[in-house]
Structures are given as structure tokens and as C-alpha cells.
């Protein structure tokens, strides 16, 4: 059975600290992984990962993904109380077949 | 990027009526589009897969009889929340796939904003 499994599930962090997100997977058909970030609403997208080795960054967030190790890593710099969200990881596979999504980590920044 | 509409974005029904959620690709068109079901502090659960012409797929656990799923178009899924009742409460969200080789596709799917549903 395909596994995503994100870690920690939940994390209290203050601001201005680095963070690192965990997500690991075992899937058959691997396309891609994705990372979105939900507050309130829909998850939003922050990235998407096919190669191994090659870091996407966005301004303060970075992710890379391990394909031979099966995991990804998704690295918050100088937190600030706006980056408190659920930060969901999801697999997608070749075909036309829905991600699978891990639980989540849920990010607390406190001032 | 690209965009995904729900309507309506919270709607608030008596026990025993019946909910329509449409979810459109605003500057796609999707072949295959996701619902989703979220309850507070919990992850997302894949309800059904609607594909375009077809019959939607749903996942183990999901009556096909109680949330209808219509893809007539190309641009457009609805879900029907059939004779809902309070534990059909729920945040549902939907996603939509963009064909591969559009620009859209740095992303696998893009989400709508979502649906609150209370039944009271």
C-alpha cells in the first residue's frame, strides 16, 4: 500500500528559529512530491519535486527530495508567526491516480 | 498560476435537504478533477475521483449514493450531498488536474477554496 508519513505531526517553534519538515514515502510509480501550505482554507501550492538533489526555494522556504532515501525535506529560515499553518507533503504518480497526502505537521510560530 | 473556483464557499442547510458544491477550472480544462473531505484538525481524505464523461471513482468507504458526482464538462465537477445530515459536516474541497505539457503543469493539481458545509 502507498505511504506518505510526515514528521513531527505537530511543532511549536519562535520566531526568528529554522525549521525542518519531514516527509517520507513508499510508493510505487513516483512522479512527483508536492508540498502545500494550509491555513484556514484549500492547501496552497509551495513546490513541487521530481529530481533528486536540486533545491527549490522561495524566499524563505526550501525543499529538496532524496528519490534513492525516499524523502523530502522542507526547511523554513527565520520563522515568522504568519509561517503557523498545517504543511501537507503528497505523492504523485505517473497515470492519471490522485496524490496521497501524509497527515500533515501542524507549525505553531509564537512571537 | 492556475485558478480553481468552488461555489458556494459555506452554505448552512437543514438535516434531509439535499447540497450541490460545483467546483470549475477557470483558465484550464480538466479532465479529471478530485473531491476532497476535511474535518477540523484532520488531513485530506480523497472522496472520489470525477473524470470528465464518466463515472466517477470513489474511494473505499464513500456511498456513491449519498455524494453524486457530475462531470459533464470539461471545466466542471459538482457534488451533490444527497439527504445530508449533521455528520455530513465538513470542509470539502476540490482539485483539478491541468493537462500535462500546459503551463499549469508545474503543479499536479490545484485546489479549489473550498466548501463549508454545516447541516443543522
Known amino acids: 500500500e502507498d505511504k506518505v508519513v510526515q514528521s513531527p505531526l505537530s511543532l511549536v517553534v519562535h520566531e526568528g528559529d529554522t525549521v525542518t519538515l519531514n516527509c517520507s514515502y513508499e510508493v510505487t510509480n513516483f512522479r512527483s512530491l508536492l508540498w502545500y501550505k494550509q491555513e484556514k482554507k484549500a492547501p496552497t501550492f509551495l513546490f513541487m519535486l521530481?529530481?533528486?538533489?536540486i533545491e527549490k526555494k522561495s524566499g524563505r522556504l526550501s525543499s529538496i527530495l532524496d528519490k534513492k532515501e525516499l524523502f523530502s525535506i522542507l526547511n523554513i529560515t527565520a520563522t515568522q508567526t504568519g509561517d503557523s499553518a498545517v504543511y501537507l507533503c503528497?505523492?504523485?504518480?505517473?497515470?492519471?491516480?490522485?496524490?496521497?497526502f501524509g497527515k500533515g505537521t501542524r507549525l505553531s510560530v509564537i512571537a | 498560476g492556475a485558478v480553481v473556483s468552488q461555489h458556494p464557499s459555506w452554505v448552512i442547510c437543514k438535516s434531509g435537504t439535499s447540497v450541490k458544491i460545483e467546483c470549475r477550472s477557470l483558465?484550464?480544462?480538466?479532465?479529471?478533477m478530485f473531491w476532497y473531505r476535511q474535518f477540523p484538525k484532520q488531513s485530506l481524505m480523497l472522496m472520489a475521483t470525477s473524470n470528465e464523461g464518466s463515472k466517477a471513482t470513489y474511494e473505499q468507504g464513500v456511498e456513491k449514493d449519498k455524494f453524486l458526482i457530475n462531470h459533464a464538462s470539461l471545466t466542471l465537477s459538482t457534488l451533490t450531498v444527497t439527504s445530508a445530515h449533521p455528520e455530513d459536516s465538513s470542509f470539502y474541497i476540490c482539485?483539478?488536474?491541468?493537462?500535462?505539457?500546459?503551463?499549469?503543469?508545474?503543479?499536479?493539481?490545484?485546489f479549489g477554496p473550498g466548501t463549508r458545509l454545516t447541516v443543522l
Open positions: 483558465d484550464f480544462q480538466a479532465t479529471t
Open positions: 482539485s483539478a488536474r491541468p493537462p500535462s505539457g500546459r503551463p499549469q503543469a508545474y503543479n499536479e493539481q490545484f
Open positions: 503528497a505523492v504523485a504518480f505517473s497515470g492519471n491516480t490522485p496524490l496521497v
Open positions: 521530481t529530481s533528486s538533489g
